[in-house]
């Protein structure tokens, strides 16, 4: 089974994520979903476009640990270059709003995920998190842009508290745009999705454009301080050990 399923109905475009079991991104789906999004910045017919999960209960739990254990620098840069670079770079240039339709659980990556979509929507029972400060990893790119969404002390203490937290409270706090009922997601994303492609699509390509580069000034330069800050910590002996243990506790389960 794929790990990503691209379909376009009408002008929306839909990229679906379905990586078993709890769409933890390894380098492999990371380019599927690149290249999803890729397909739908350059089909002129697509308006808009839903990014979702078919796992229920999850949306992705975030990096594949496996990718940092035992890895160099070198290797961990690889992957963040798909996450943090890659990623910015194909959203940046899609010339065309994408929708984040979060249900169940985002961590980690998965919020790197989310917030690099232009708006979030989340069911109800959907949770939020931010939980690499327990395993001794730091919240990377969260730290620079979280703060500018949501104001730096509700940012601080959502980093570095590791806590998880519910839609709700993530609508009130402003990093969710609406909350809706859990069977209703997916409508509600495609009813909000169909208003921005009525719009005249060559005004919102260069609306889309101007407030991007407005409002994300400067990601470059914390990027590359993120991915040094994070391969540093990544790497160290205590984090290296925290990870094996929080694998083989897992496997244990």
């Not at 599927?32 to 890729?38: F, K, P, V």
Request: net charge negative; charged share 25%; hydrophobic share 45%.
């Amino acid at each position: 089974m794929n790990s990503v399923t691209y379909r376009v109905d009408g002008d929306l475009a839909h990229i679906v994520m379905n990586r078993d079991p709890v769409n933890a991104l390894s380098i492999e789906f990371l380019d599927d979903i690149l290249s999803a999004l890729t397909a739908a910045g350059d089909d002129d017919a697509v308006r808009a476009i839903i990014v979702s999960s078919a796992i229920p209960d999850r949306f992705s739990a975030g990096l594949d640990i496996e990718i940092l254990l035992g890895k160099s620098s070198d290797e961990i840069r690889h992957f963040l270059d798909r996450l943090y670079v890659q990623l910015w770079d194909v959203q940046c240039g899609l010339g065309k709003p994408s929708i984040a339709a979060v249900g169940g659980a985002a961590r980690g990556g998965g919020m790197t995920l989310a917030i690099s979509c232009d708006l979030i929507l989340a069911a109800e029972s959907a949770t939020f998190g931010y939980p690499e400060i327990d395993l001794g990893l730091l919240p990377a790119i969260h730290l620079s842009h979280l703060p500018r969404l949501i104001g730096r002390p509700r940012a601080f203490e959502l980093l570095f508290s590791g806590r998880t937290f519910s839609a709700i409270e993530a609508e009130r706090i402003g990093l969710v745009n609406r909350c809706t009922v859990d069977s209703g997601l997916l409508r509600s994303a495609a009813e909000m999705a169909a208003v921005f492609a009525s719009k005249p699509p060559n005004a919102i390509r260069a609306a889309r454009t101007a407030l991007v580069r407005a409002s994300d000034r400067g990601y470059r330069d914390d990027i590359a301080k993120a991915v040094d800050d994070f391969c540093t910590t990544a790497t160290s002996v205590s984090t290296q050990k925290r990870l094996r243990s929080f694998l083989e506790n897992r496997q244990s389960r």
